[in-house]
């Protein structure tokens, strides 16, 4: 265990950069900041590389966290690294994840294309963890995984089931080779969310905030769906569109 004090501190500067994609990128590692994120982060296979601990918080005494590179650190040095205005004083740094290849032929998945703002990235995870589904597969454009808003929208889901960067177009193809149902969401040719039957497995394409889901995606897919609007709103928010759908699609489900 180490103390550090100052925010000069050649470690802290390091912690600091991982703020910036670039140094996440470069370095394989990011940062979480709070009890419930490295609790989650603790209760997962993920590899904890620090433990950070201010100085005037205490470790709940339930957390296993033997063995654990541990720094003590200042509340000025706690806040330098923070990504957040009130730091609740304890964080972690982490390896990102690698995840061994998976049966996708049983597979329900979260396609995500070109989705730009973090806390709609980070809910659809979350959404996608509570309704149990396989994986996510974040397209070219997403926000990326590690960025703090991110990791906070997913409320540590983003420990409870693979995530994977790809190429959705490869991917698209993979899943419909393995027999697996692929919705897009698009509301130019497509079909009211509630008329159909839904196929099992299957992978929920959504899209871009503003100009949804790639035209050339939507044309690989096995159908799209679109979610009716009653009122005056021009579109649904992306994440609740896919909370809609994702919930429809597994109660209804028939297999293929």
Not at 180 to 208: H, W
């Amino acid at each position: 265990m180490k103390r550090i004090e100052s925010v000069k501190n050649p470690q802290v500067k390091q912690w600091k950069k991982l703020l910036t994609k670039k140094e996440r990128d470069k370095t394989g590692h990011f940062l979480i900041e709070g009890f419930h994120l490295v609790e989650e982060a603790l209760k997962s296979n993920i590899s904890i590389i620090q433990l950070i601990v201010d100085e005037n918080k205490a470790i709940p005494a339930t957390w296993d966290v033997s063995g654990l590179p541990m720094a003590i650190v200042t509340e000025d040095v706690m806040k330098t690294i923070s990504d957040t205005e009130t730091p609740q004083g304890i964080a972690a740094i982490c390896e990102q994840f690698s995840y061994d290849d998976m049966d996708w032929a049983q597979a329900n998945v979260l396609l995500i294309d070109a989705v730009q703002d973090p806390g709609n990235v980070g809910t659809m995870i979350r959404t996608a963890d509570a309704a149990g589904m396989d994986a996510v597969i974040l397209g070219e454009g997403c926000a990326d995984l590690y960025n703090p808003k991110v990791i906070r929208a997913t409320q540590g889901s983003l420990f409870h089931l693979p995530i994977i960067r790809g190429n959705l177009r490869e991917w698209i193809e993979r899943l419909q080779a393995e027999n697996v149902a692929v919705y897009g969401t698009a509301l130019e040719n497509g079909e009211d969310y509630r008329r159909i039957k839904p196929l099992r497995p299957f992978a929920l394409l959504v899209g871009n905030e503003g100009s949804g889901v790639h035209k050339e995606l939507l044309q690989m897919t096995t159908k799209n769906l679109y979610i009716p609007i009653y009122g005056q709103a021009e579109s649904l928010n992306v994440a609740v569109a896919a909370g809609i759908l994702l919930y429809h699609l597994r109660e209804g489900i028939v297999k293929l």
